[in-house]
């Protein structure tokens, strides 16, 4: 038997055949269909075609929106061309967001002439940060006390009726406008991208926000909960200048790029415009921490009774006169407000009744407030006074409780005395403040009361003064003293 070898054939000689199989495959495809018959339609409607445009999104570009929103800075110009645009924002620095009426003719009549609510939100853009939302921004409270970090510039906006921040919702403000009329509303944004990173080597990476604006509109009872419209934006923020400097560094590295590589980004844009998106869920987060209580119980001061010494009773507890009631209207407790010099602060409660004030926490009002005022607003709130440097006990002899003693003395039989005793708490500790106090427990004016004695053990009067007033007012306590009218 002969073997015959085969020598490999050469590229060339492989390719040429392909060819010739590929065109001869092709060859009668245009007779079969006819010169006509072929077009790039029929081809899309086969079945497979159909099952794909089907699970495609609707088609938005023509789409008019009811409302669009522009915010007045400009994005990056390292973003590509189907990417979603980025925008570079300065810490606290306000920028403008022009809220526009886009609707056409006839679109809507419901809200003609009257008024919609926006909310404006900065929530995280990464999934993986939205699911621990609550958890990052409670820290970032903990570490940023009394700030915020979304705020409305009330002074320089335009168009914005009745702004709120809810003081339990940092990242959220809310307000009122008129579609028909100019509206621009200034934001500032208080946090920075790089405090929700964890630090890696050498440096950090700052995580993007969305900033999203949800507008209602009112329902029939005047509630402002039929959702309208939404849109977004991706943004980062950065310290003071440090947006306007990576703006400078994104332009400069695509100068330097080729032509062919820069075709492959976006232009950077003067302003940013919102695109539309789902509606922000309501999420209602339970605040584990106290609320400030309230004891109708402790509006008067206590009365110790008995036959015995008043030494045996348990200290009161001293309550402010003008505490604010629960069930006090918004109106009462905005005088309550004044009464106690919390005028300033008038404004941001508006609406607040007395239950609503009384549920802040201790954080939520250092937040509204600030650390200063925002602990004696809650000092208010809780009641809380100053606690009383002594406490006294005194009661009022009668005439019959005087012949009664005496008979007793003189060894008599004698009823027992039923004495009431009255409570007199001392701050200042002197002769001065226990007289005033005396006499607006026995309704007399203090010019009546010349003089105040304590009666010593041996039966002796001393004179109360401020002189001696460390070592009279120590024992005042457990010795009777008597006033001298």
């Known amino acids: 038997m002969a073997w015959a070898l085969k020598l490999p054939l050469t590229d060339e000689v492989i390719e040429s055949g392909l060819v010739q199989d590929f065109d001869a495959s092709l060859s009668g495809i245009g007779q079969e269909l006819g010169a006509g018959a072929y077009s790039m339609s029929d081809v899309l409607a086969l079945p497979i075609f159909k099952q794909e445009e089907s699970n495609l999104p609707p088609d938005t570009d023509n789409k008019i929106l009811p409302f669009q929103y522009v915010l007045c800075a400009a994005t990056s110009p390292a973003v590509k061309l189907h990417d979603e645009t980025l925008t570079y924002l300065n810490q606290g620095q306000s920028y403008e967001i022009r809220m526009l009426d886009n609707r056409k003719m006839g679109e809507l009549p419901e809200i003609t002439g009257k008024m919609v609510k926006s909310i404006i939100r900065v929530v995280f853009h990464d999934r993986r940060l939205q699911y621990t939302e609550h958890q990052q921004l409670e820290g970032w409270r903990w570490n940023r006390p009394g700030d915020r970090i979304l705020d409305l510039d009330i002074p320089m906006s335009v168009g914005m009726i009745d702004p709120r921040a809810n003081p339990t919702q940092l990242n959220t403000v809310e307000f009122l406008w008129d579609p028909s009329k100019r509206t621009s509303v200034f934001i500032q944004v208080h946090c920075i991208s790089t405090e929700f990173t964890m630090r890696k080597h050498g440096g950090e990476k700052g995580v993007p926000f969305r900033i999203q604006i949800d507008t209602f509109k009112e329902n029939e009872g005047g509630e402002y909960t039929e959702h309208l419209h939404s849109a977004s934006c991706q943004v980062k923020v950065f310290k003071p200048k440090g947006a306007d400097r990576k703006q400078k560094t994104d332009r400069e590295k695509m100068e330097?790029?080729?032509?062919?590589?820069?075709?492959?980004?976006?232009?950077?844009?003067?302003?940013?415009?919102?695109?539309?998106?789902?509606?922000?869920?309501?999420?209602?987060?339970?605040?584990?921490?106290?609320?400030?209580?309230?004891?109708?119980?402790?509006?008067?001061?206590?009365?110790?009774?008995?036959?015995?010494?008043?030494?045996?009773?348990?200290?009161?507890?001293?309550?402010?006169?003008?505490?604010?009631?629960?069930?006090?209207?918004?109106?009462?407790?905005?005088?309550?407000?004044?009464?106690?010099?919390?005028?300033?602060?008038?404004?941001?409660?508006?609406?607040?009744?007395?239950?609503?004030?009384?549920?802040?926490?201790?954080?939520?009002?250092?937040?509204?407030?600030?650390?200063?005022?925002?602990?004696?607003?809650?000092?208010?709130?809780?009641?809380?006074?100053?606690?009383?440097?002594?406490?006294?006990?005194?009661?009022?002899?009668?005439?019959?409780?005087?012949?009664?003693?005496?008979?007793?003395?003189?060894?008599?039989?004698?009823?027992?005395?039923?004495?009431?005793?009255?409570?007199?708490?001392?701050?200042?500790?002197?002769?001065?403040?226990?007289?005033?106090?005396?006499?607006?427990?026995?309704?007399?004016?203090?010019?009546?009361?010349s003089q105040i004695f304590k009666q010593g053990p041996t039966g002796i009067h001393v004179l109360v003064s401020d002189e001696v007033r460390t070592a009279f007012f120590s024992t005042l306590s457990s010795l009777p003293c008597r006033c001298l009218s």
């Open 256 to 449: 330097k790029r080729a032509p062919q590589e820069k075709e492959k980004y976006q232009p950077s844009y003067e302003t940013t415009i919102l695109t539309e998106c789902s509606p922000w869920p309501e999420v209602t987060y339970v605040n584990n921490s106290p609320s400030p209580g309230f004891n109708s119980t402790h509006n008067s001061f206590p009365v110790a009774e008995g036959n015995g010494s008043p030494n045996h009773q348990p200290e009161p507890v001293v309550q402010a006169a003008d505490n604010l009631l629960p069930a006090a209207t918004p109106q009462d407790a905005q005088q309550w407000l004044h009464r106690n010099r919390f005028s300033p602060f008038c404004r941001l409660f508006t609406n607040f009744s007395g239950a609503d004030l009384l549920k802040l926490t201790r954080e939520d009002v250092i937040q509204i407030c600030g650390p200063a005022d925002g602990i004696r607003l809650f000092n208010a709130l809780k009641g809380r006074v100053v606690r009383p440097r002594l406490t006294i006990y005194v009661c009022q002899e009668s005439q019959q409780a005087r012949e009664q003693q005496q008979k007793h003395e003189n060894g008599d039989a004698a009823t027992s005395t039923f004495f009431v005793y009255h409570a007199i708490y001392l701050e200042e500790l002197t002769a001065a403040e226990l007289t005033e106090k005396i006499a607006q427990l026995f309704n007399i004016s203090p010019r009546q009361i």
